[in-house]
């Protein structure tokens, strides 16, 4: 089978991310799953606004879907102006999506929508990425998987504010990806998944932008040195401050 056309971010080090995405659909709702995994695919920035879908032969094939259900989803997704479709030589589905204004009344909306308890997503991604990260300060990298944490560093610290989201999201992604685990990093990709949508309706800050950029490059660097006890603390801190700073806004 034909990999996804996937966009640079995504497709370094075996394209683990967006395989977590475009994995086979699993549930009896097929229509439902699907649109859901496409949104999960947006909100994650595997593609990106602007960015094209993969071709719908592929895509169908890729989520285990008839091509009749993969239509059905795209245009549900039209409809609530996530993408639009363009014909052409150079046609297909192109993410159109741009996310609410930050908002503390957004975040309140996105809160009540929540399928589990706040601290109960906290403590799950918690858990994920200190794991991730301890896993790869445990067993090292090699030096493609160290070229790639470098690239996608180098990318959430020289992000512009429009995209600081999407490539925060792919950092982090990467502390999965690395691993080599598809379960890791699925779970992981549906939990940040779910918390973008708040995080989004957070306005960013220059100074907590700084600030996470230090703790970044903390757990970077701790991956790097074969130091799991410095990645454990490295990512404890910077989840730990995200939370609180998310609390705080929700007040």
Same mark, same amino acid.
């Given at each position: 089978?034909?990999?996804?056309?996937?966009?640079?971010?995504?497709?370094?080090?075996?394209?683990?991310?967006?395989?977590a995405v475009f994995r086979p659909v699993r549930t009896g709702n097929a229509f439902e799953e699907t649109v859901e995994r496409l949104?999960?695919?947006?909100?994650?920035?595997?593609?990106?606004?602007?960015?094209?879908?993969?071709?719908?032969?592929?895509?169908?094939?890729?989520?285990?879907?008839?091509?009749?259900?993969?239509?059905?989803?795209?245009?549900?997704?039209?409809?609530?102006?996530?993408?639009?479709?363009?014909?052409?030589?150079?046609?297909?589905?192109?993410?159109?999506?741009?996310?609410?204004?930050?908002?503390?009344?957004?975040?309140?909306?996105?809160?009540?929508?929540?399928?589990?308890?706040?601290?109960?997503?906290?403590?799950?991604? #918690? @858990?994920?990425?200190?794991?991730? +990260?301890? /896993?790869?300060?445990?067993?090292? =990298? %090699?030096?493609?998987?160290?070229? !790639?944490?470098?690239?996608?560093?180098?990318?959430?610290?020289?992000?512009?504010?429009?995209?600081?989201?999407?490539?925060?999201?792919?950092?982090?992604?990467?502390?999965?990806?690395?691993?080599?685990?598809?379960?890791?990093?699925?779970?992981?990709?549906?939990?940040?998944?779910?918390?973008?949508?708040?995080?989004?309706?957070?306005?960013?800050?220059?100074?907590?932008?700084?600030?996470?950029?230090?703790?970044?490059?903390?757990?970077?660097?701790?991956? #790097? @040195?074969?130091?799991?006890?410095? +990645?454990? /603390?490295?990512?404890?801190?910077? =989840? %730990?401050?995200?939370?609180?700073? !998310?609390?705080?806004?929700?007040?």
């Amino acid at each position: 089978m034909s990999q996804p056309d996937v966009p640079p971010e995504a497709a370094g080090f075996g394209a683990t991310a967006a395989e977590a995405v475009f994995r086979p659909v699993r549930t009896g709702n097929a229509f439902e799953e699907t649109v859901e995994r496409l949104l999960s695919a947006i909100k994650l920035g595997v593609v990106a606004r602007g960015e094209r879908f993969p071709p719908e032969r592929e895509l169908a094939a890729r989520l285990g879907v008839s091509r009749i259900t993969l239509r059905e989803a795209i245009r549900a997704l039209q409809e609530a102006g996530y993408a639009e479709s363009r014909r052409g030589r150079a046609g297909g589905t192109f993410v159109t999506y741009i996310p609410p204004r930050p908002s503390r009344a957004e975040a309140q909306r996105v809160l009540e929508r929540m399928d589990a308890p706040l601290d109960d997503l906290f403590t799950f991604r #918690r @858990a994920l990425e200190v794991g991730a +990260a301890v /896993r790869l300060a445990e067993d090292g =990298l %090699d030096e493609e998987g160290g070229r !790639l944490l470098s690239a996608r560093l180098e990318a959430v610290d020289s992000a512009c504010t429009d995209d600081y989201r999407r490539l925060d999201t792919v950092f982090h992604l990467t502390l999965a990806e690395l691993t080599g685990s598809a379960s890791l990093t699925s779970a992981l990709a549906d939990t940040r998944m779910r918390i973008n949508d708040l995080l989004n309706a957070m306005p960013i800050l220059a100074r907590n932008l700084e600030h996470s950029s230090r703790q970044h490059r903390a757990i970077a660097a701790a991956v #790097r @040195a074969g130091d799991p006890e410095g +990645a454990r /603390r490295a990512v404890g801190e910077h =989840l %730990d401050g995200t939370a609180a700073l !998310l609390r705080a806004f929700l007040g």
